[in-house]
């Protein structure tokens, strides 16, 4: 018997492998394929007609019964941890007001930042506990979760806090994020500077210090901080060696994508108005494109990102829910895969890739996730579907069967 073989754990037998090894270009089929997962890693990968000879007896064996095998899926952008909603901006919403009418008159982010700083720890983690189960019962096995919603430190460190506790209850990778640069609270509203101040002087160094962020963003915008005021952000991240990230040009061209650029952003997200220079910084530095449909359809903009723009120059495309209670208050990430094709015009190919390999990217973590490869992580989607196109085809009949985190199924 192959020596190899006898390590094996875990067995995928009759199983069609949509690998994403190609970042979008293909699924990287392998037809009637095998997998071997040793310690929750990925150890052999290939045809079956190619298995070595291995003990049957000595390891666990899941016949796929001819389903498709995909990586655990990856939602690389969003907001679950808040206090409140905002069901009566979407009514204002639908009766005429714009999304800046509403922030501009102290709705919007602001009034989420008064219900959570309201909201306790333990009311917060219940409510978020609801929204990222919702995601894995559609087979998310990581997440990016910001906070954004405090806007002064301690309410901060309770949503990063909150982030933490759901990772250790749930079998979900959490990459956690400082979005303190989110909104001008109340008390800086005539005093943008001086709230950056507080961000990059008290709140970084904090959070830095207890080791709560894997990443810092800013809301690069006219209805947020400057181009300037982003940099300040980005160095005071930089100083305390945490990788960033940019909400940018989702309402106008600030250039905030190119500035993210500059200081090797993992991603720049939404992006509507992204610019050919954007692109170009976008593709010299590696970034990520994360786009965002379920805000684009819930605040019904008209303006597409240049998503051939992007294909040309070869910029990664990743897509995430965004879930929000403000801009995009959902929480599946089958229906961001459907409308990254009907809205964005992706293929279901790039859909694909836009929540396993490419997400990965957008976080940072693809030396681990995000494909299906020997040495990674054994996070493991197993759908009922006749070809993977179906994953985008349809959505409200899920097709999971079962979900494996590190090799352990967890559904």
């Known amino acids: 018997m192959n020596q190899l073989a006898n390590t094996w754990q875990q067995l995928f037998v009759n199983v069609n492998i949509a690998t994403m090894t190609q970042g979008g270009t293909s699924y990287a ?13 990925i150890v052999w990968l290939g045809n079956k007609q190619n298995l070595p000879e291995y003990d049957a007896c000595q390891l666990t064996i899941i016949d796929g019964q001819g389903k498709w095998l995909t990586p655990g899926l990856i939602d690389c952008h969003t907001h679950i941890v808040y206090g409140g909603h905002r069901a009566k901006e979407f009514e204002m919403r639908l009766q005429g007001a714009s999304y800046e009418d509403i922030a501009n008159n102290g709705g919007g982010i602001v009034s989420t930042v008064k219900a959570t700083r309201a909201a306790s720890e333990d009311e917060l983690y219940v409510s978020a506990y609801q929204r990222l189960s919702a995601l894995h019962k559609e ?13 002064d430190l301690d ?20 990459s956690k994020t400082f979005l303190g640069a989110h909104a001008l609270p109340l008390e800086y509203k005539d005093d943008a500077d001086g709230y950056i101040t507080l961000v990059t002087e008290q709140m970084i160094p904090e959070i830095a210090r ?3 962020a894997d990443a810092v963003d800013v809301f690069c915008e006219g209805i947020g901080f400057s181009y300037a005021q982003t940099e ?10 945490i990788r960033v990230k940019v909400h940018a040009e989702q309402l106008s061209d600030l250039g905030g994508t190119e500035l993210a650029a500059k200081y090797n952003a993992l991603s720049s997200d939404h992006l509507e108005f992204l610019s050919t220079a954007g692109v170009n910084a976008m593709q010299s530095s590696g970034m990520v494109a994360v786009l965002l449909p379920g805000a684009f359809y819930f605040l019904r903009e008209t303006k597409l990102p240049p998503i051939d723009l992007l294909r040309e120059n070869n910029v990664r495309i990743a897509i995430a829910t965004d879930a929000n209670p403000g801009s995009s208050p959902i929480n599946s990430i089958q229906l961001m895969l459907n409308m990254a094709c009907t809205l964005f015009r992706l293929t279901p190919t790039e859909a694909l890739a836009g929540v396993t390999c490419n997400a990965a990217r957008a976080l940072g973590i693809d030396d681990k996730v995000g494909e299906l490869s020997v040495g990674m992580d054994a996070d493991i989607a197993l759908w009922d579907i006749e070809q993977p196109a179906q994953l985008c085809y349809q959505f409200g009949v899920n097709p999971l069967v079962a979900l494996y985190k590190q090799g352990k199924k967890v559904i």
């Open 139 to 151: 087979g998310v096995t990581s997440i990016e979760i910001k906070s954004g919603y405090g806007l």
């Open 155 to 174: 309410t901060e460190i309770k949503m990063l806090k909150v982030a933490n506790r759901l990772s250790e209850n749930l079998p979900v990778t959490v």
């Open 232 to 241: 300040r952000v980005f160095q005071a991240a930089k100083a305390h060696n």
């Open 29 to 41: 089929v392998i037809e009637d394929g095998a997998i071997a997962v040793s310690d929750g890693k």
């Open 210 to 212: 207890q080791n709560l």
